[in-house]
């Protein structure tokens, strides 16, 4: 059976140890076993668990919905309704991210195409910025 010290379990999932530390003072992670000199020791069990918590970060899930998804990972009999209704929530956070992104983009180059590049005092950038009035976009 592998077994892992912080460091070299960080190494393995590509994270820093400060993060599993906080993990597991979220509760994400379990407390893991000591060494008789109070060092952590972490088996594949615990690999596996971190990997899914950065994976499920990397897809934008708030911790509150990993810890929930965690929960339903631990019981493999449970029906996974509740997983695709979380999936389905995140899935519509980020389109409306994406949304709010091509809004912005469009502001952005809008912002640009009128600009006359030429002396400040004409700026359309400066002047967009200076007054949010002038924004055709409120949601940013």
């Known amino acids: 059976m592998a077994e892992y010290g912080i460091g070299e379990l960080a190494k393995a999932a ?3 140890v400060q993060t599993i530390r906080w993990y597991e003072q979220q509760g994400l ?8 000199g109070g ?3 972490y088996d594949e069990k615990a690999k596996r668990r971190l990997m ?17 998804l965690l929960e339903m990972a631990d019981d493999p009999a449970a029906p996974c ?5 979380i999936a389905e929530r995140q899935l519509l956070e980020v389109r409306s991210r994406i949304a709010r992104l ?19 005092r004409s700026c359309r950038v400066i002047e967009v910025l200076s007054d949010h009035a002038l924004c055709l ?4």
């Open 29 to 36: 992670m379990p407390e893991p076993f000591r060494t008789q």
């Open 39 to 41: 060092q952590r020791r």
């Open 102 to 120: 091509r809004a912005l983009e469009k502001e952005l180059e809008r912002m640009l195409r009128e600009c006359p590049s030429g002396e400040v």
């Open 81 to 85: 309704a509740d997983a695709n209704a």
């Open 14 to 16: 590509g994270t820093k």
């Open 52 to 68: 899914f918590i950065r994976h499920a970060r990397e897809l934008g899930f708030p911790l509150d919905d990993i810890r929930a």
């Open 137 to 140: 976009h409120d949601r940013h």
